[in-house]
């Protein structure tokens, strides 16, 4: 049971580097989510997908793009990283947007 | 825009002692969701309450949905070290394509 699967786990960046953040579900589920979770912070949405091609921004979208090409998959990508952007990084996926989420397990980002 | 504000946000006590967490808000939700987040992992649903009213029990976890539907709680009894992590509730608004996270509660229990 795989359910939500981000990869990678860890990666530190330099400033000014790009990288792409994998979300993967096997549960057929429409809509993905991207948060970032900081100290005392809580949840953050970034942005949110509510199916296969469509993307939405979040409370905090800034510094951040996404794509939804294939329902199973949501990317994030960081195209020029900065050190704000060092944080935990969860993806979560949902059958409808009043449901609950399934989230993975993160990634954690430092950016140096 | 919709706010979920829980209390409180750091909370450590004796292995044994009752706690009580808080989510408020002044918006009306259709469904309120408790997850628990452990170290190193994603949030995990721990149970969703629907009704206004409701009380839903999950071993040593008491959840109620407010009358008004704007407001919950999660009573732990006899709390155990297992039981430490970060407790959140999330909202969900009729008409709305996500979800609405409280900030958060710090549990620690000491043995």
């Known amino acids: 049971n795989a359910g939500v699967t981000q990869t990678p786990k860890f990666r530190v960046l330099k400033t000014g580097q790009s990288m792409t953040l994998l979300c993967a579900q096997d549960?057929?589920?429409?809509?993905m989510y991207w948060y970032r979770q900081d100290p005392g912070m809580g949840l953050r949405l970034i942005h949110y997908?509510?199916?296969?091609?469509?993307?939405a921004k979040g409370e905090v979208p800034d510094g951040y793009n996404v794509s939804r090409l294939k329902k199973q998959n949501f990317l994030l990508g960081l195209e020029s990283a900065a050190p704000s952007q060092t944080s935990v990084y969860f993806c979560?996926?949902?059958?409808?947007?009043?449901?609950?989420?399934?989230f993975g397990d993160g990634t954690r980002l430092s950016i140096l | 825009t919709q706010l979920l504000e829980q209390s409180p946000q750091f909370l450590s006590i004796q292995e044994g002692e009752n706690l009580t967490v808080y989510c408020n808000s002044s918006?009306?939700?259709?469904?309120l969701q408790w997850y628990r987040q452990e170290p190193g992992e994603g949030p995990v649903l721990l149970v969703t309450?629907?009704?206004?009213?409701e009380v839903k029990k999950l071993k040593r976890l008491t959840f109620q949905f407010g009358d008004a539907r704007k407001d919950s709680s999660l009573h732990i009894t006899a709390a155990q070290p297992g039981d430490t992590g970060l407790y959140l509730c999330?909202?969900?608004?009729?008409?709305?394509?996500?979800?609405?996270f409280g900030q958060g509660t710090r549990l620690t229990i000491n043995p």
């Open positions: 979560a996926s949902s059958f409808m947007s009043n449901q609950p989420q399934h």
């Open positions: 549960m057929n589920h429409e809509y």
């Open positions: 997908s509510v199916g296969e091609g469509t993307t």
């Open positions: 918006s009306v939700f259709s469904s």
């Open positions: 309450v629907v009704t206004g009213g």
């Open positions: 999330a909202g969900a608004v009729r008409g709305a394509q996500k979800l609405v």
